[in-house]
């Protein structure tokens, strides 16, 4: 399983820096579920946490995450894969995360 180690909002996504990258598998559902910071995105057996804000970013600005490995020894990291996220998916996780807040 790769690990999410950062999560950088950019013009139309966002990129994802990954430890143990090469584990990752870019097939199979994308799935999502609201948690007390936002979302956590699953694919396969992969989870990236997704704050609030950054959902707002991804809705707004393009649903594209750029996964690249995290190796902390290296200078520049290396490309895995990208995936793209269904805006409605993230716009009704985000009312049912606003709905939790306001309650």
Known sequence: MALCE???PVA???IVLMSSAET?????KIQYSVEDYGL???????TF???AAVVSHLIGN???LY????EPDLYVSEFVATVTLDRDSLLKMLGVWEARQAS
């Open 49 to 51: 946490p997704v704050p």
């Open 67 to 70: 996964l690249y490995s995290f």
């Open 62 to 64: 393009g649903q594209t």
């Open 24 to 28: 990752f598998s870019a097939k199979g």
């Open 12 to 14: 139309d996504g966002a």
């Open 6 to 8: 950062y999560l950088i």
């Open 40 to 46: 956590k995105v699953e694919v396969s057996t992969n």
